[in-house]
């Protein structure tokens, strides 16, 4: 069964350094998402993004982040100069249509920043 | 701003005692409510989506309900393989323009005992 990948599993840095976060969707999927969850927290929408470009986003996701699709098959999630409340479990999802579609999440990346 | 509330929040049950998780939403013009299962450390596994009042989506010992103001998940005789937080989000908006994402709730952890 086809599914969502996303590397690595965990991430350690620094506070202030940039990371780049990786998913591969679903193979025939167009519309793809970032979540993010917060320890003991909410699972919380990022950002989606279709045809090389962003659709939506939230409030959450500011200046420092940024998504890019750079090849047929990655999307990645950058965070240009991370901070401590970055700290999280960030998930890819992918769909295959916009409307009432089905998004299926990836394993999720735990990012920590020391 | 689309709300989704989830009761109870945890929830311990014996092995073969069924019962139900109350996801309560409000929203602009619902498009779909999904269930998704949680382990710990993992991403979300799409269980069920649901996209009007009255619509019953049934799998082995899960089934999930719809009205117009909240969704039920039923489980039946449980096993402690169930035992998971199920999360409840929702789509909502209307017309073409409208976005895609998905507003969670805080979940229901459920724990079966053997």
């Known amino acids: 069964e086809p599914e969502v990948t996303q590397t690595p599993s965990h991430q350690v840095t620094q506070m202030g350094q940039e990371v780049i976060l990786r998913c591969v969707p679903i193979s025939n999927h167009l519309y793809f998402y970032w979540y993010r969850q917060i320890l003991g927290q909410k699972v919380e929408f990022l950002v989606s993004f279709y045809n090389n470009e962003i659709s ?5 996701f500011d200046d420092q982040f940024s998504v890019e699709r750079p090849d047929g098959s ?3 999630l950058k ?6 409340e970055d700290s999280a479990m960030y998930f890819c999802a992918s769909s295959d249509s916009w ?11 735990r990012l920590t920043v020391l | 701003e689309d709300q989704v509330t989830q009761s109870p ?9 069924s019962s139900s ?8 013009g619902l498009r779909g409510l999904f269930w998704y299962r ?4 993992k991403g979300p596994e799409f269980l069920f989506t649901l996209y009007s009042a ?17 969704s039920f998940l039923h489980i039946t005789a449980p096993k402690p393989e169930d035992s998971a937080t199920y999360l409840c989000a929702v789509q909502a908006g209307e017309g073409k323009t409208s976005g895609s994402r998905l507003t969670f709730g805080e979940g229901t952890q459920l724990t079966v005992n053997p």
Not at chain 1, 79 to 84: D, F
Not at chain 2, 38 to 41: A, E, F, K, L
């Open chain 1, 56 to 60: 939506e986003k939230s409030e959450i």
């Open chain 1, 74 to 76: 990655n999307f990645t």
């Open chain 1, 79 to 84: 965070i240009r100069s991370t901070k401590l």
């Open chain 1, 99 to 109: 409307v009432l579609n089905t998004q299926y999440f990836g394993p999720g990346t």
């Open chain 2, 9 to 17: 929040e945890a929830l311990r049950l014996q092995e073969g005692e």
């Open chain 2, 21 to 28: 998780l109350n996801c309560s939403y409000t929203v602009s």
């Open chain 2, 38 to 41: 949680q382990d710990p450390g």
């Open chain 2, 54 to 70: 009255g619509e019953e989506k049934e799998k082995e010992r899960l089934k999930a309900t719809l009205t117009k103001k909240e």
